[in-house]
């Protein structure tokens, strides 16, 4: 059994239409103000932090590079499943990939986000699988949204796990914290329920196709929460392999950090990256891992931190991903 595709029916992709919007030019002002607001209300001195960056362990950075990009891995493994799980329940066909093909789409995906605004990529990565498996486009947008819920649930676990390690480690965590891990499980239910809302009261008094695309984004969101225990942990090992680039990049700069806000900070960037207000959470993500990083660290030393980091995280991803996308834009184009 098979669905018709719709991925013709999906709103042109193009990355630079993006930047001609006036939602661009607002957001490109946030992040001047941000950025002027960082460099002249801060008592900052900048010569030390760039001192201690050019003085990093190449080693140490280089690993953090590397367990960086195993997160691929284990997102890959867990989105395919997901996409199975739905395929499954509704008796559809199937055509199982290698794992780095879905890490690779996740990879760009990654690239959109950090170059565009709004998470474009997100949807991107469902156009493409679409795309590339000829399979309707509202199935694979719901089995994204589906991996966002259970990374989003996986962060607020491990939110809480960076809590609890630094009240055993006699750091004190602002109240601000412990409220951003538990609203952020909160907006998960609260999200589920109101799609169960939908479907069942809304989505019935809507036009046919609208409806029937819409019936096929939720069997592709629900569809997907099978096999729970494996791809929790699939999360959670991705999860686990960012904590270890922060970890590297703390040696590789020579510090010492909290674990607990090892533990802590990646959780916080990935909420913080998801904020629609710059590409990939620029300048909002830097100030935010500075400032946590600043519960044991001089100012100096945790903007060090959070933007070596960032050089990993952010921009060795529009490297790595701006090159996969234009392969794969040249690739299509050939057998188009």
């Known amino acids: 059994m098979s669905e018709q595709t719709d991925v013709q029916?999906?709103?042109?992709?193009?990355?630079?239409?993006?930047?001609?919007?006036?939602?661009?030019?607002?957001?490109?002002?946030?992040?001047?103000?941000?950025?002027?607001?960082?460099?002249?209300?801060?008592?900052?001195?900048?010569?030390?932090?760039?001192?201690?960056?050019?003085?990093?362990?190449?080693?140490?950075?280089?690993?953090?590079?590397?367990?960086h990009y195993t997160t691929f891995f284990f997102r890959g493994a867990r989105w395919?499943?997901?996409?199975?799980?739905?395929?499954?329940?509704?008796?559809?066909?199937?055509?199982?990939?290698?794992?780095?093909y879905y890490g690779k789409i996740i990879l760009i995906s990654w690239f959109a986000n950090s170059v565009t605004f709004f998470r474009m990529g997100d949807a991107y990565r469902a156009y493409a699988y679409a795309e590339d498996t000829k399979s309707s486009f509202p199935r694979a947008a719901g089995s994204v949204l589906a991996d966002r819920v259970i990374d989003l649930s996986v962060v607020g676990s491990l939110m809480g796990v960076g809590?609890?390690?630094?009240?055993?480690?006699?750091?004190?965590p602002p109240l601000i914290?412990?409220?951003?891990?538990?609203?952020?499980?909160?907006?998960?239910?609260?999200?589920?329920?109101?799609?169960?809302?939908?479907?069942?009261?809304?989505?019935?008094?809507?036009?046919?196709?609208?409806?029937?695309?819409?019936?096929?984004?939720?069997?592709?969101?629900?569809?997907?929460?099978?096999?729970?225990?494996?791809?929790?942990?699939?999360?959670?090992l991705g999860w686990l392999m960012e904590i270890g680039r922060l970890y590297f990049v703390t040696k590789a700069l020579g510090l010492s950090v909290a674990t607990g806000l090892v533990i802590f900070v990646p959780m916080a960037n990935g909420v913080l990256s998801a904020i629609p207000l710059t590409p990939g959470g620029l300048a909002v993500v830097e100030t935010g891992i500075s400032g946590l990083l600043r519960l044991d660290l001089a100012l100096e030393l945790a903007l060090a931190v959070a933007l070596l980091d960032r050089t990993v995280s952010y921009l060795s991803i529009i490297g790595t991903g701006g090159t996969a996308f234009a392969i794969r834009q040249f690739s299509t184009r050939q057998t188009a």
């Open 9 to 67: 029916q999906m709103p042109s992709m193009s990355l630079g239409q993006r930047f001609r919007s006036w939602q661009t030019v607002l957001a490109f002002v946030t992040l001047a103000g941000a950025i002027v607001l960082v460099l002249t209300r801060f008592d900052v001195a900048w010569s030390e932090t760039w001192n201690l960056m050019r003085g990093m362990n190449p080693l140490w950075y280089l690993g953090a590079i590397a367990i």
């Open 80 to 100: 395919r499943m997901l996409l199975e799980n739905s395929a499954r329940r509704d008796n559809l066909s199937f055509e199982r990939r290698p794992i780095l």
């Open 163 to 172: 809590i609890v390690v630094l009240l055993i480690g006699d750091v004190d």
């Open 177 to 236: 914290l412990i409220m951003a891990a538990l609203g952020l499980l909160g907006a998960i239910v609260a999200g589920l329920l109101s799609m169960v809302v939908l479907h069942r009261w809304i989505v019935p008094l809507l036009p046919q196709q609208v409806a029937s695309a819409y019936h096929r984004f939720h069997d592709g969101t629900m569809g997907s929460f099978g096999r729970l225990d494996r791809i929790y942990m699939l999360g959670v």
